[in-house]
């Protein structure tokens, strides 16, 4: 896939706060401009459920429009959402909580929602429809591309993956962003 090697400044910072953080579970750069891609297309408020050390919530900024769009973003490691926080602590657009996603719930709804705080059992429909506008996008990250339906992971059936596909609350695709991975993107009605 082609894309220019520079990466916009907001990423680079948040790339140097995981590395001193020691930290390596952040999305890939394919996703990041993917997040960001569709952030730009987002008014309201964003939302992120796992943030890490911030580098999902620096590409959703890098797309961002506007002075009236927020960014709110969970994650429940304190030091690592302390680190996250840093980063954007000059920033009255994007707010990082130390905290459990589920206190959000009451935030939205979203426009975007990039859903990512890797705890498969906590993340399915049922949990998320409300929290979503109507045509507000939730992205999951990180499944393995599988051509076969039922999806598969590890030989087994994916039911995570499975369920986003299937349900009637959302119109929903998954989508390569490399040879090696790939996401769902899933559209509230
Ligand atoms: C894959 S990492 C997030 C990476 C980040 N979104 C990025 O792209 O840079 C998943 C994070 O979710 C956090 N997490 C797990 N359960 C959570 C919860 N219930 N609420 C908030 N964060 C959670 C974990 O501590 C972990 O840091």
């Given at each position: 896939m082609s894309a220019p090697p520079d990466l916009p400044e907001i990423v680079t910072r948040a790339f140097d706060v995981s590395r001193q953080a020691g930290y390596v579970s952040f999305c890939r750069n394919e996703t990041g401009r993917l997040l960001a891609t569709l952030a730009a297309t987002r008014e309201g408020t964003m939302a992120e459920?796992?943030?890490?050390?911030g580098v999902g919530t620096a590409w959703l900024r890098s797309g961002m429009r506007g002075p009236k769009t927020m960014i709110l973003t969970a994650e429940l490691n304190a030091s690592l959402a302390n680190a996250a926080a840093k980063i954007f602590e000059?920033?009255?657009?994007v707010d990082v909580r130390?905290?459990?996603?589920?206190?959000?719930?009451?935030?939205?709804?979203?426009?975007?929602?990039?859903?990512?705080?890797?705890q498969p059992d906590q993340v399915g429909v049922d949990q998320i429809?409300?929290?979503?506008?109507?045509g507000g996008v939730v992205v999951l990250d990180d499944f393995t591309p599988?051509?076969?339906?039922p999806p598969l992971s590890y030989g087994r059936v994916d039911p995570l993956r499975e369920q986003w596909l299937l349900d009637e609350r959302f119109t929903a695709v998954e989508v390569l962003v490399a040879a090696d991975t790939s996401v769902i993107l899933a559209t509230k009605r």
């Open positions: 459920f796992g943030t890490g050390c000059d920033d009255p657009q130390a905290a459990d996603w589920a206190t959000l719930r009451d935030k939205g709804p979203f426009s975007l929602l990039f859903l990512d705080s890797g429809s409300d929290l979503m506008e109507p599988c051509e076969q339906w």
